[in-house]
């Protein structure tokens, strides 16, 4: 005999209760197989669990966007504050700039070798440090170095910087959603359960072949086994 298996995706469970309701209201009452209670409930747990899916996938739809849009600005914030570290190191070996200057960037321990600018927190850090450091050395009466100019250095780093903060907030949104859908599954599986119970109890006196026809019409789900015959 084949056997059951309450879905285990969201979308898996939405079709399965919006099968119970639909069949339900394509029923004459007395020949409902499930209780007017439990359908009451099934109808206002599919409700609020399809406004729940659709909410997560618009966040998440919405993060997935704006990380495409932020991926560009992270690599012209990596490529910008790279080439200037790469012309700074270049001015001091060419005794333009002070070596011991490099303090003001946070790089005189990096053995002229561009810090790694990997991660978004990475480049967070060096970014701000290298912004500053050119401040500093220029309000000293230092050249400012050009080409590039920490200028559009800022305007890449600012870019980059207010896109991972809008990142964060997507991500957090996303996540407190999907947090709640979670939460809501088990009242959603235990509704789908209570439907299959009952419907499958009301037509246990069928045979084989019709009683799984007519469990099915409800939106029960069942599996075989390796080798068994389907019927």
């Known amino acids: 005999m084949p056997y059951r298996r309450l879905p285990n995706t969201d979308s898996a469970r939405i079709r399965a209760l919006r ?38 996938q618009q966040l ?10 932020f991926a560009g600005k992270t690599k012209n914030a990596r490529m910008y504050i790279s080439h200037f570290i790469q012309v700074l190191y ?6 333009e700039i ?3 200057q490099l303090a003001l960037y946070g ?28 401040h500093q050395r220029t309000i ?13 250095v800022k305007v890449m780093f600012t870019l980059f910087k ?8 997507h991500q957090k949104a996303t996540a407190r959603v999907l947090e709640d859908v979670a939460a809501y599954r088990e009242k959603v599986d235990k509704i789908i359960f209570e439907i299959w119970e009952e419907v499958e109890k009301h ?28 019927e």
């Open 19 to 56: 099968s119970a309701v639909e069949k339900a209201a394509d029923t004459d009452f007395q020949e409902l197989l499930f209780s007017t209670g439990t359908l009451d409930e099934a109808k206002s747990v599919l409700t609020h669990f399809e406004h729940l899916s659709a909410r997560y």
């Open 60 to 69: 998440y739809d919405t993060q997935i966007k704006a990380g495409k849009s």
């Open 90 to 95: 270049m001015c001091v070996m060419r005794s």
């Open 98 to 100: 002070k070596e011991e």
């Open 107 to 134: 790089l005189e321990e990096a053995n002229m070798v561009v810090p790694d600018l990997t991660s978004n927190e990475q480049l967070l850090e060096w970014g701000q440090k290298i912004i500053d450091g050119e």
């Open 140 to 152: 000293q009466g230092g050249v400012p170095i050009y080409n590039p100019s920490i200028a559009k």
């Open 162 to 169: 207010e896109g991972y903060q809008t990142q964060k907030l």
């Open 203 to 230: 037509n246990s006196g069928l045979s084989p072949e019709k009683r799984l026809a007519r469990n099915r019409e409800y939106g029960i789900v069942y599996y075989y086994r390796k080798g068994e015959i389907v």
